[in-house]
């Protein structure tokens, strides 16, 4: 049951991203707003708990459910739109830590110099690449134009 439900939520966030990612403006408005109500969530809970807990302000009903009702909405349009984790960790924690990569505060200077000289020689590779793809381009059109 909870993996069907699991499932659901996954194929509805795909199929939310999916279209989102056509119109990337209102995807980034409507992934603004669920940060910002998300963390106005966690605020206003903070806020709520320490006065009622520290500072024995009377208990209301409405400033219970302000935060943790801000930090629901927020959580789920967060959730439904793909936004939650890749804002909160990023792709790139996330790819090195399947890859088993070490973090960049672990690596050694001589790690990070080679790293950066293995994209440096790929951005040289690609940089010719760039260049044989002009090549190409003006010898077809050449060729093109004589006939």
Do not use: C
Not at 26 to 43: E, K, P, S
Not at 61 to 90: K, Q, R, Y
């Amino acid at each position: 049951m909870t993996n069907k439900i699991i499932n659901f939520f996954d194929k509805l966030e795909d199929k939310i991203r999916g279209k989102l990612s056509h119109y990337p403006l209102v995807y980034a408005f409507l992934g603004g707003i669920g940060m910002v109500l998300f963390w106005r969530g966690v605020w206003h809970t903070a806020d709520f708990l320490s006065a009622v807990v520290l500072s024995n302000e009377p208990f209301t009903f409405e400033s219970l459910l302000d935060g943790p009702l801000s930090l629901v909405i927020g959580g789920g349009m967060l959730l439904i739109t793909g936004v939650f984790v890749s804002g909160f960790i990023g792709s790139r924690l996330i790819i090195s830590g399947l890859s088993g990569e070490k973090k960049l505060a672990e690596k050694t200077k001589d790690e990070i110099i080679t790293e950066e000289d293995q994209i440096m020689g790929l951005k040289k590779s690609l940089d010719k690449v760039g260049e044989e793809i002009v090549k190409i381009k003006s010898e077809i059109k050449k060729h093109h134009h004589d006939k």
